[in-house]
């Protein structure tokens, strides 16, 4: 698993890495680990949150032991992140922790975190215009879309950090690099243009897509090889056949997280028809019929002939994670980043979820060595 050391005779510097090997640029930032969930509130209960700062401490310690070149994020602004996702969402969440401790919530009735209480479903509103409440606690559901996803004082930093991190990463592969990976949390692929949920906030693999196009990529493949399907990815490129989606997952029709997406008959719309490509898989699904959907998936990008490829990085497939039934090895992630590697396409891949701490470092970086090729 572990790229071999060489040696060159005529050196007297031991040269760590394959020169030939596309070793992936790894992009952090401290802001990452701020936004501290507190809990997840899940059919009315509130459990511990899974999505720890300590998922990505653990990710970057066991990348720093094996070598990799790690860099900070370096700022960016606001231009992709707009064209991404309603300007309401982000100022909501910009503001949504101050506006909720300005309210009192956290005194009365004893709520530290944003927690949506109504949301206003189609269904509800019937036609009306979806308009702005005055009232913090009934926006927390104007822009939510599930009752994990809580809001506490440095959630916002650490989202925007994450974008950040991504558009360093895309820099990187715009200036030439073969595979940068850019080590985000909290992570983003269940966020559309105008709503958030399943512990994401902002959707940083579709930042990622966008910037790509925008430096000049025509056409950019996101592969999704978390265990859910990124419904939000999905959303925000439906329409569009520059930027294709291809997701394996757990299939929400056997009672999986995001439930109401993920099917195989979503195949895109209008431009965008054919460009999807859902693949749902059973649970206790293992490494080869979960590496035959990789490889279908590569297909599909290649087929529509993208120039560069997003990956969108969860390790939550894994056998341990307990988050899925999907039951993917070690090794067999190290073939997916192979398999996607062969594409020979400048890669992005952006961290998603992956929620088993004792093995999260190693699933990464067998990941990141097989997309070196
Ligand atoms: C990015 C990512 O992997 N998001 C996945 C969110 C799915 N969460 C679904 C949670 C369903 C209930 N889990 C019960 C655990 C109680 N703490
Ligand atoms: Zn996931």
Not at 77 to 96: F, N
Not at 183 to 210: D, E, I
Not at 352 to 370: F, I
Request: charged fraction near 20%; proline fraction near 6%.
């Amino acid at each position: 698993m572990r790229v071999p050391i060489t040696h060159k005779l005529w050196d007297a510097e031991p040269v760590t890495h394959d020169a030939s090997a596309r070793r992936a640029i790894v992009v952090r930032s401290d802001g990452c680990a701020l936004h501290v969930p507190g809990a997840e509130i899940w059919v009315g209960v509130r459990t511990p949150g899974t999505e720890v700062a300590e998922r990505v401490e653990r990710i970057e310690a066991t990348l720093d032991a094996r070598d990799y070149n790690i860099v900070n994020a370096d700022g960016h602004g606001d231009s992709v992140l707009v064209s991404i996702h309603d300007p309401g969402l982000i100022t909501y969440l910009q503001s949504a922790y101050e506006r909720w401790t300005d309210a009192g919530f956290v005194a009365d009735p004893g709520q530290d975190r944003v927690v949506p209480y109504l949301m206003p479903t189609p269904g509800m509103l019937d036609g009306l215009p979806e308009r702005e409440p005055t009232a913090i606690h009934a926006a927390a559901g104007r822009w939510c879309y599930d009752t994990m996803t809580l809001i506490g004082p440095g959630t916002w930093t650490a989202a925007r950090a994450a974008i950040d991190v991504t558009l360093t990463a895309v820099d990187h592969v715009t200036k030439g690099a073969p595979l940068a990976y850019a080590l985000t949390r909290p992570p983003g692929h269940h966020v559309t243009r105008s709503a958030f949920g399943g512990s994401c906030y902002l959707n940083n693999a579709a930042v990622a897509a966008q910037a790509l196009r925008e430096a000049g990529h025509e056409r950019v493949a996101v592969i999704d090889i978390d265990a859910h399907h990124g419904n939000g990815t999905q959303a925000i490129f439906y329409d569009r056949a520059d930027v294709t989606y291809g997701s394996l997952h757990i299939d929400p029709a056997a009672g999986w997280f995001p439930h109401y997406a993920g099917f195989a008959d979503e195949r895109g719309r209008g431009a965008g028809t054919g460009a999807n490509l859902n693949i749902p898989l059973a649970p206790e699904t293992g490494d080869d019929l979960w590496l035959k959907a990789v490889e279908q998936l590569a297909a599909h990008a290649s087929a529509l002939q993208a120039s560069a490829l997003v990956v969108s990085l969860g390790v939550d497939a894994a056998l341990d994670d307990p988050e899925s039934p999907l039951r993917v090895s070690v090794d067999g992630y190290e073939s997916a980043g192979r398999i996607l590697a062969a594409l020979g396409l400048p890669t992005v891949a952006v961290q998603e979820g992956g929620y088993h701490l004792d093995t999260l470092g190693k699933l990464v970086d067998a990941t990141l060595t097989g997309l070196g090729g």
